[in-house]
């Protein structure tokens, strides 16, 4: 018989164990704020750097792309760490890696040394998104856990929305060498914070999901990954990180190149989206949280709920991609961001409900590395689209419809397949 996982207790965490979590909390938002900002950087420095070492859009769109080419790898490799390394010294050395990889950038570099700092970036950070949701569920039990996770991914559009400004003021009026200079500073302190202050949480909090269902201890990761909840959740993930990885590395070049704006108007515009998806993913948490307590079934508050906004956010892509410059268009632009970042935190907690809890870090990172392929195809396809379009606004504009499009079928698709409640008990009752 398989050992079953215990529920947590629905009083919660001890007082003391509660502060710490939410101290924890805190430093992973931080390590998401860096990871975010490093995303976005190359995006605000790409006039000047496309103008600097006269690259065209398609190889700017290869630099953009090499960030992602070793994620999968770092992401299924962090996961698989993340269940033997203790997570104080496990997102430490990543956070150092970020350091090394960004540092080189700060000095005069050419296409080939940019690639490959952006691919070992990748692999670096590849990992973080998938550690930081195993340490947050290890502090906060089951029906606690959908709130915490949207905060730590409200993080990732808070980085964007510091980075935008600050950065395009550095490299206004220094060089986009400093701003990686800047990151590369940054990344070392919240390391530093990080070794000195996070790591996992009390065993007890980790067990148990939100079904009803209890969960054997281990399941073959190939039956994990038959279930409908994990391949419609990768689906979702694929499209929805589509659309992000867009926006951190393409997103500031199209108001600039593709609308026209001025770097000033293009940092401030930019910060948009980031900020209203900071805003929505907490948003979102809680009402997802108090739809659970009220006894909505999971199917709803973490399946539907956030493929429903995915499917939305592909609407209003296609939309602003139709539309000229102007108010609507940016309205648009914001709310497909918002929408699409607004069911992480959720999606994250279904996968949780399936996830026997020796399993999670495993889970988390083979399913990071599956979506991460989205930012590996999106920004070329975006790259190609605009050196081979009419007009740079031309270009932009079919890519955006293709995303907008390809986002509607997948998460169409998710929405027929996540039950959380369905394939935990399916779990349970096999093994």
């Keep these: 018989m398989s050992v079953e996982q215990q529920e ?31 995303k976005v950087v190359v995006g605000l420095s790409g006039v000047s750097m496309k103008k600097e070492l006269g690259l065209d859009s398609a190889q700017f769109g290869v630099i953009q792309s090499s960030f992602f080419w070793l994620f999968a790898l770092g992401s299924v490799l962090g996961g698989w760490l993340g269940t033997r390394v203790r997570a104080r010294w496990l997102l430490a050395g990543v956070s150092a890696l970020w350091v090394l990889s960004l540092a080189p950038m700060a000095a005069q570099v050419g296409f080939t040394t940019i690639v490959v700092c952006r691919a070992m970036l990748g692999f670096a950070e590849g990992p973080t998104v998938a550690l930081a949701m195993q340490v947050v569920h290890s502090w906060f039990p089951a029906h606690r856990r959908t709130v915490p996770s949207s905060i730590v991914i409200a993080g990732a559009g808070v980085g964007p929305l510091i980075a935008a400004p600050v950065l395009t003021w550095v490299i206004d009026t220094h060089s986009w060498h400093a701003a990686f200079a800047v990151l590369a500073v940054c ?41 409908g909840t994990l391949i419609g959740m990768l689906l979702l993930f694929f499209v929805a990180y589509a659309n992000t990885a867009v926006g951190v590395s393409w997103l500031p070049l199209y108001l600039r190149e593709g609308l026209g704006y001025d770097s000033g ?3 401030r515009l930019v910060a948009l989206p980031f900020l209203g998806s900071a805003v929505a993913v907490i948003l979102v948490g809680v009402l997802s949280s108090s739809l659970t307590r009220r006894g909505v079934r999971n199917r709803i508050t973490r399946g539907i709920l956030p493929g429903v906004m995915v499917l939305a956010s592909g609407i209003c892509t296609v939309a602003f991609a139709s539309l000229d410059r102007g108010v609507p268009q940016m309205v648009l632009l914001v709310l497909a961001a918002c929408l699409n970042s607004a069911g992480y935190g959720v999606a994250f907690a279904a996968l949780a409900d399936v996830a026997p809890v020796k399993q999670r870090g495993t889970v ?51 929405l027929l397949l996540v039950d959380p409640d369905r394939d935990a008990a399916a779990l349970s009752a096999r093994f």
């Excluded at 390391?191 to 202050?197: E, I, T, Y």
């Excluded at 606004?393 to 998710?414: D, E, K, P």
Aim: charged share 10%.
């Design 364 to 414: 988390f990172g083979i399913v990071t590395g599956v979506y991460s392929l989205g930012g590996v195809v999106a920004p070329l396809v975006i790259g190609g689209l605009v050196d081979s379009g009419t007009s740079a606004a031309a270009g932009y504009g079919n890519g955006f419809l293709i995303l907008g499009l390809t986002m509607c079928v997948g998460a169409a698709i998710a």
């Design 8 to 38: 947590a207790p629905r009083t919660g965490l001890p007082p003391a164990a509660g502060r710490r979590a939410w101290t924890v909390l805190a430093l992973l938002v931080c390590l998401m704020l860096v990871n975010f900002a490093d």
């Design 187 to 227: 990344g070392a302190v919240v390391a530093l914070l990080w070794l000195l202050g996070g790591d996992s949480g009390p065993e007890h909090a980790s067990a148990g999901s939100a079904t009803t269902t209890v969960l054997p201890e281990r399941v073959p990761l190939r039956r994990l990954f038959s279930t």
């Design 265 to 267: 108007t293009a940092s």
